[in-house]
């Protein structure tokens, strides 16, 4: 086990010994030193070395008993114990069991460790021991309460219970979850697929859905973004997908963030709307853009995937160049793999822009690749 502890530690021993008190011992520094280690290897996409790590650290605890009475310690082992469940829950450097996930996050989500109390008495334990790189307790709550919320909304690793999955992400509002409150926003706001015929919509509150996936948006989630940048497009489910009733500028503001964020969702959603708006090599190049992350994406979703890979193609149909207009590409080939993702969405954008058809001249910066 003393193997796993020869890591870089950015503060040196004495003086974080000096911080934790006179009982503190070199091991204390040791667990403290492996769980920043974790943190920052998983942040570089080390997954795999970061799981590792939280199951040594588990087990640590498990053989002493560190963590009674000991907030900060206590820290430690949920940080551990809830990045464990999370790559459980998503296959992430760890065998995928969304159940046993899902059951070991209710119980860490009942943690006493997670009241206000705690988390006040966090606050200082993070300054004094310098843990920028550790969840603190409510940072914790909030994410299993996300996770738990979404788990039984779309009953993955338990069964599919809305209100059950409401209840857990009105819990994450409550604390200010930008997450949980985009989550409830897209609740209200009734549809996800951008290429749906309004007669197939079914908003479910559009006033509520504009004002969470707003506030969401605001503080910066991805996710709220994208839906909000959709929503705006529709006009709130009222609006077909090429009308011309299109909010394109606070749309196209949202979406341009997401992206930049790194959203392949975004990046399919501005593809269509540039074309749409027959600013084909805009179109031509934010498609490049998501139908590469989207096959990068484990989790990406087959309908975006469809948008990316057709605009892709029609792009190329009818003379847009790419980044590299030398390069051939196989449009029949491109087709095929919009197709494949999500057929019924393939056909909708087939039908809908079935006008565009004539070669066109590209104009405008061409693709950047990534």
Known sequence: MESLFAVQIETPEDKLLSELGQEATAQDVQIISALRFARRVYLKGEVEQATRICDFIVRWFAETNADEGDATLGLILLNAQFHLAEASYFGIGAKRDPASAVRSMGTLSNSPLLGSDYALELRVDREVLELDEVLGGEDILTSLLYTLGCANMDGIGAVKNEALGLAWLSRGVALGCPRSIGRIGMYHMGFDNPTLPVSQIKVRDLAKAKEMLSAAAEQGNEEAMT???LLLLRGGGKVELVASAYDHGDAVKWLRQAAHSGSFEAEALLALTYFKMKLYSKARQFSELAARRSQATMEASP?????????????????????????EVDVDELYSISRQYDVDAYLRIVQTFASVSSR???????????
């Open 227 to 229: 839906r909000l940048g």
């Open 303 to 327: 309908t975006y995937a469809s948008v990316a890979f057709w605009v892709v193609a029609k792009c190329a149909e009818i003379g847009v160049a790419g980044q590299d207009p030398t390069h």
């Open 360 to 370: 066109v001249t590209a104009v405008g910066p061409q693709v950047i690749k990534s």
